[in-house]
């Protein structure tokens, strides 16, 4: 079966600009979980979806970050502006289920440097 | 690739010794454990998990021991090869009814021929 598909691969922006990530979930999956990996540092959720709704987005700093997921399919991530510390890997997971034993698939990720 | 090692814990192997990483997980009630292998350039991928009810679990070449009282979990790997290689990350499940995953600050495993 296909995995979780990401793009882009890389992006380069400057700080105060906007920048946009996609991603692509293992069909049938019911939960799509977005991360920040800090380099050096495990992955930190961002936001958790159930289908389009939104599970746990405590950890999202929402004056800048948003995330949707409008037909419970494929997803965006959005920062609105960056700022030089957003430099990081976006990665994307999904699982089946959102019950609490459930294995997270995650996407090659997004790698963005802000300068 | 990217260099992901610049602060991570590092444990150095010749091929074909076994390997032991370790993690100390943050919430005694955290009931579910994974470990995630990341390889440079890559999103983390899938090894072993284990519940609470349980203080071992195998699979191939692979074990996974928990210990709930120092809350200490460790992942043992027979039999190292290059392809081990990579950035080891321990990630904990709280009791929620939800699939969020605490990921801890990882180890890196290099492997040599």
């Known amino acids: 079966e296909a995995g979780v598909a990401q793009s882009p691969r890389y992006k380069i922006i400057e700080k105060r600009q906007s920048v946009a990530f996609w991603c692509n979930p293992i069909?049938?999956?019911?939960?799509l979980y977005w991360y920040q990996q800090i380099l050096g540092q495990g992955p930190k959720l961002l936001i958790q979806f159930q289908n389009n709704g939104v599970v746990d987005d405590s950890q999202l700093p929402k004056d800048r970050f948003s995330a949707e997921r409008l037909k419970g399919v494929d997803s965006t991530l959005k920062i609105q502006p960056a700022k030089l510390e957003d430099s990081a890997v976006y990665l994307c997971?999904?699982?089946?289920?959102?019950?609490?034993?459930?294995?997270?698939?995650f996407g090659p990720g997004t790698r963005l440097l802000v300068l | 690739g990217e260099s992901v090692g610049l602060h991570l814990p590092t444990l150095s192997v010749q091929e074909g010794d076994n390997s032991i990483i370790n993690c100390a997980y943050s919430n005694s009630a955290s009931d579910y454990f994974i470990w995630y292998k990341q390889e440079s350039g890559k999103g983390p991928q899938f090894i072993i998990d284990i519940r609470s009810n349980m203080d071992k679990r195998q699979g191939q070449r692979v074990t996974v021991l928990l210990n709930k009282t120092v809350k200490h979990l460790s992942l043992q790997i027979a039999a190292t090869q290059p392809g081990d290689s990579a950035v080891y990350f321990c990630?904990?499940?709280?009791?929620?009814?939800?699939?969020?995953?605490?990921f801890g600050k990882g180890t890196m495993l290099l492997v040599s021929p």
């Open positions: 069909s049938g999956h019911a939960t």
């Open positions: 997971a999904s699982s089946l289920r959102t019950s609490g034993r459930e294995t997270q698939y």
């Open positions: 990630a904990e499940n709280l009791n929620s009814g939800y699939s969020t995953l605490t």
